[in-house]
């Protein structure tokens, strides 16, 4: 049982500074994911939690004890990676048992805990193979099960699933979900898949260029996102944006578009400021194909591609001063060069400061 508080925490390399102040709570038990773009500081900051970095600035806590300096053994960590990092000479067993030698736990418990991870990840038909005579899920769940077995307070995954298939991703994914429910061990998961953080997290960490850019529930992040950065970042594809400007306190004017706006929704609604419009592709409907929105304002557009996913299908789209996308549901074939009529969800827009990127909503 631990929580894991993090004080302004910071990684400077050299003259780089890869993590610039992280200020984070993750109560016992929760499952934290950060996300974010390329280099922006995620692995530096889980490496950090387990001890593989040293702390150039902060506080590290876990379980109330701050960690800053303990080797990363004595943490109560257990790290899965990307590379798996499996000992390719030892069978499954020995992998499995190799960390509870080193820490000479006693034989009766230590096959106890083995046969529990063994049953948890269903690896017993596996048990006297090679990591080489596996495949890449059967060795993610190996890397799993060296880290049940240690019995950690803590969980730090480094995009364990980025290797695999994307049919065996989506499996491994709900195993996770559902071992670290019943485990209910504090998690910290790191990945760059918006799909991985929406679907694992209880709190997602939208990361950008070392600081947090927001974090709270997935549903939080996406329904109200607290700039541009993270509406981009979260939703596939991404959310439209448009730029223009407040004709009057309730109405947007820009791309062609005038879109009535609710005053209840939004801070600082002055006449004349200079404003960007965020549209999610599924609140821009073509006309029949969908769910057809309230409090809609329509446009005409031409098709420029459309791509067929069987559950939906996405069209892409122009106007003589805008380009977006948006979300059929109910498919049916459409042409290049095919006219629509779409009708905008007026109610479901995004507004941002047209410099900053922050949102205006209330
Ligand atoms: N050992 C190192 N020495 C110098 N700079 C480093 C080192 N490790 C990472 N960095 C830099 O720190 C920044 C953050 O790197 P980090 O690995 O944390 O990114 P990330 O968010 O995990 O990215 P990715 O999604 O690509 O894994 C990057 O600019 C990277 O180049
Ligand atoms: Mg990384």
Do not use: W
């Amino acid at each position: 049982m631990a929580d894991v508080i993090l004080k302004d925490l910071v990684k400077i390399y050299g003259r780089d500074i890869a993590v610039r102040g992280i200020d984070l709570t993750i109560p016992d038990g929760a499952f934290v994911v950060l996300v974010g773009p390329s280099g922006c500081g995620k692995s530096t900051t889980l490496r950090m939690i387990a001890g593989l970095e040293s702390i150039s600035h902060g506080e590290l806590r876990i379980g109330g004890r701050v960690v800053n300096d303990l080797d990363p053994q004595d943490r109560g960590v257990a790290m899965v990676f990307q590379s798996y990092a499996l000992y390719p000479h030892m069978t499954v067993r020995e992998n499995l048992a190799f960390s509870l030698k080193l820490a000479k736990v006693p034989e009766a418990e230590a096959s106890e805990r083995i046969d529990r991870a063994v049953t948890a990840l269903e690896l017993g038909p596996y048990l006297e193979r090679r990591p080489s005579e596996l495949s890449g899920g059967q060795r993610q769940r190996v890397a799993m099960g060296r880290a049940i077995v240690r019995k950690p307070e803590v969980f730090l995954f480094d995009e364990p699933l980025s290797n695999l298939d994307a049919k065996l991703r989506n499996q491994m994914r709900v195993e996770i979900k559902r071992l670290q429910h019943r485990l209910k061990v504090t998690t910290i998961y790191v990945t760059h898949d918006q799909v991985e953080a929406m679907t694992l997290a209880d709190v997602i960490v939208v990361m950008k260029d070392g600081v947090i850019a927001q974090s709270g529930s997935p549903l939080e992040v996406f329904e109200r996102p607290a700039d541009r950065f993270v509406a981009s970042f979260i939703g596939t594809p991404q959310m439209n944006f448009v730029d223009g400007v407040l004709s009057d306190a309730t109405t947007f004017e820009g791309g062609g578009l005038t879109i009535p706006l609710d005053p209840t929704r939004f801070n600082s609604l002055t006449a004349g400021r200079h404003v960007t419009l965020g549209l999610r592709p599924e609140d821009i409907v073509p006309e029949g194909h969908g769910l057809r929105p309230t409090g809609t304002a329509t446009l005409q557009a031409t098709v420029t591609l459309s791509e067929m996913l069987g559950n939906e299908t996405l069209l892409f789209a122009e106007t003589a001063a805008m380009q977006f996308v948006a979300r059929m549901q109910q498919p049916r074939p459409v042409a290049d060069g095919d006219r629509l009529t779409f009708h905008v969800n007026a109610e479901r827009c995004h507004l941002f400061d047209i410099d900053t990127g922050k949102s205006l909503a209330v």
